[in-house]
């Protein structure tokens, strides 16, 4: 993904920071082709929010080139690379620009892959007449083990804490937003080097206004000191004040949907009454809808609503002293996942088949048609004299061996 903020966006290589070897190793890469020389693809490879993407768009802007990109979330199937790639591949744009080919996030892309996919990727490698360029996070992910030998690979680091710091600030400065020091080594500590992350917090921030230190300190998660589960859970139901339950969120260094779903399971433990319990069931959910809204928009300004409801809305919704007569439960959210991730593998599995003959996607196979094949399957098994015949039978007409068939039945 490239640096798509409103705060901050590459226009030219020259803005890619931390990473000058790679993009010098493009730019060069960028020379040999405007001179006639027949270059291997490149993959920039490397973490995310390091600039692979930035790098590919700022190199198509400086050279003039038609940018032609194929991400995960355009991709069905391989007719999606011959359909919409190899024409690229062969041709220049209408206005008579060399195009570019960009296959984003390709370690993601092949996940959804079908079986010629792979080909498919060979034969617009073999066959392009202008520029391709990949990016992945991990160069030896044995999903594109294909391509190794195909490529040149450039890679990215993580930007290191002085230049992410100073790219920080730069950007604070240019679009005036109000912050300290401090906040700037949290933000830097915080992303680890990814500056997708370093700058959906400053864009957090930038929204803060007046509550810049509740939200430097709340929804940021910028804290001195940590606390173990259990005594987030006790801050949040034993708390009086709106100030205390905010303080329990940033005391914790649980992630927020982890922190929720202890509280979720946790409620019923200590509020009996039952409109305390609908209560703060109501905030808790609340607290949950800016979650995902946070996360679909990219507007991390709602984390600041969702810290208030699932703290201090939750330790507020009660009219009665929380009981401490049972102890905090795992989430069964969580444990349940666990307990069903081979049943679940084994499900996916079968959809794989199947999907070739219902036509449909592997989530609603296993949703909505399995439950039906499981019914059919048992009455067949019921009525069958020899049980052997039913399982021959699935195997022959549908590719179905007999561990799948079980685990359809199994559900």
């Given at each position: 993904?490239?640096?798509?903020?409103?705060?901050?966006?590459?226009e030219?290589?020259?803005?890619v920071?931390?990473?000058?070897?790679?993009?010098?190793?493009?730019?060069?890469?960028?020379?040999d082709?405007s001179?006639?020389?027949?270059?291997k693809?490149?993959?920039?490879?490397?973490?995310?929010?390091?600039?692979?993407?930035?790098?590919?768009y700022?190199?198509?802007?400086?050279?003039?080139?038609?940018?032609?990109?194929?991400?995960?979330?355009?991709?069905?199937?391989?007719?999606?690379?011959?359909?919409?790639?190899?024409?690229?591949?062969?041709?220049?744009?209408?206005?008579?620009?060399?195009?570019?080919i960009?296959?984003?996030?390709?370690?993601?892309?092949?996940?959804?892959?079908?079986?010629?996919?792979?080909?498919?990727?060979?034969?617009?490698i073999?066959?392009?007449?202008?520029?391709?360029?990949?990016?992945?996070?991990?160069?030896?992910?044995k999903?594109?083990?294909f391509?190794?030998?195909?490529?040149?690979?450039?890679?990215?680091?993580?930007?290191?804490?002085?230049?992410?710091?100073?790219?920080?600030?730069?950007?604070?400065?240019?679009?005036?937003?109000?912050?300290?020091?401090?906040?700037?080594?949290?933000?830097?500590?915080?992303?680890?080097?990814?500056?997708?992350?370093?700058?959906?917090?400053?864009?957090?921030i930038?929204?803060?206004g007046?509550?810049y230190?509740?939200?430097?300190?709340?929804?940021?998660?910028?804290?001195d000191?940590?606390?173990?589960i259990?005594?987030?859970?006790?801050?949040?139901?034993?708390?009086?004040t709106?100030?205390?339950?905010?303080r329990?969120?940033?005391?914790?260094?649980?992630d927020?949907?982890?922190?929720?779903?202890?509280?979720?399971?946790?409620?019923?433990?200590?509020y009996?009454?039952?409109r305390?319990?609908?209560?703060?069931?109501m905030n808790?959910?609340?607290?949950?809808?800016?979650?995902?809204?946070?996360f679909?928009?990219?507007?991390?300004?709602?984390?600041?609503?969702?810290?208030?409801?699932?703290?201090a809305?939750?330790?507020?919704?009660?009219?009665?002293?929380?009981?401490?007569?049972?102890?905090?439960?795992?989430?069964?959210?969580?444990?349940?996942?666990?307990?069903t991730?081979?049943?679940?593998?084994?499900?996916?599995v079968?959809?794989?088949?199947?999907?070739?003959?219902?036509?449909?996607?592997?989530k609603?196979?296993?949703?909505?048609?399995?439950?039906?094949?499981r019914?059919?399957?048992?009455?067949?098994?019921k009525?069958?004299?020899?049980?052997g015949?039913?399982?021959?039978?699935?195997?022959?007409?549908?590719?179905?061996?007999?561990?799948?068939?079980?685990?359809?039945l199994?559900?």
């Open positions: 993904m490239a640096y798509k903020f409103e705060l901050y966006r590459v030219k290589l020259s803005d920071i931390g990473n000058s070897a790679a993009v010098s190793a493009v730019k060069a890469y960028a020379m082709i001179r006639g020389v027949k270059k693809p490149i993959m920039l490879f490397g973490p995310s929010g390091t600039g692979k993407t930035s790098t590919a700022a190199l198509a802007h400086e050279m003039g080139w038609n940018l032609v990109e194929l991400n995960a979330s355009d991709y069905r199937d391989s007719a999606s690379i011959l359909t919409k790639l190899m024409p690229a591949a062969m041709s220049r744009s209408l206005f008579g620009k060399m195009n570019m960009l296959l984003d996030e390709i370690d993601e892309l092949v996940a959804r892959f079908d079986s010629g996919a792979n080909k498919a990727i060979i034969d617009l073999e066959s392009a007449r202008c520029p391709v360029v990949f990016t992945a996070n991990d160069f030896w992910d999903k594109i083990s391509l190794r030998t195909r490529v040149e690979p450039v890679a990215y680091r993580r930007v290191a804490s002085f230049s992410a710091a100073a790219l920080v600030e730069r950007v604070a400065k240019a679009n005036a937003i109000k912050i300290d020091g401090d906040a700037v080594k949290a933000i830097v500590v915080r992303s680890n080097g990814d500056m997708r992350s370093a700058m959906n917090d400053l864009a957090v930038e929204g803060a007046d509550m230190d509740d939200i430097v300190y709340n929804a940021l998660g910028m804290r000191r940590k606390s173990d259990f005594s987030v859970l006790d801050k949040v139901f034993y708390s009086n709106v100030s205390a339950a905010l329990a969120i940033a005391d914790s260094d649980v927020n949907d982890m922190l929720m779903k202890w509280i979720d399971e946790n409620i019923p433990k200590r009996k009454d039952r305390d319990l609908h209560e703060a069931f808790l959910a609340l607290a949950s809808i800016f979650y995902t809204r946070a679909r928009s990219q507007n991390y300004g709602y984390w600041r609503y969702m810290n208030v409801m699932m703290s809305g939750v330790a507020l919704s009660k009219t009665q002293y929380p009981s401490k007569a049972e102890r905090y439960s795992f989430p069964k959210a969580i444990s349940s996942l666990s307990a991730k081979e049943l679940r593998g084994s499900n996916k079968v959809a794989i088949k199947l999907k070739r003959i219902i036509h449909s996607n592997s609603d196979i296993v949703s909505t048609y399995l439950p039906l094949i019914e059919i399957i048992k009455s067949a098994l009525l069958a004299a020899d049980k015949d039913v399982y021959d039978a699935l195997e022959s007409g549908y590719g179905l061996d007999k561990k799948d068939v079980d685990a359809i199994k559900g």
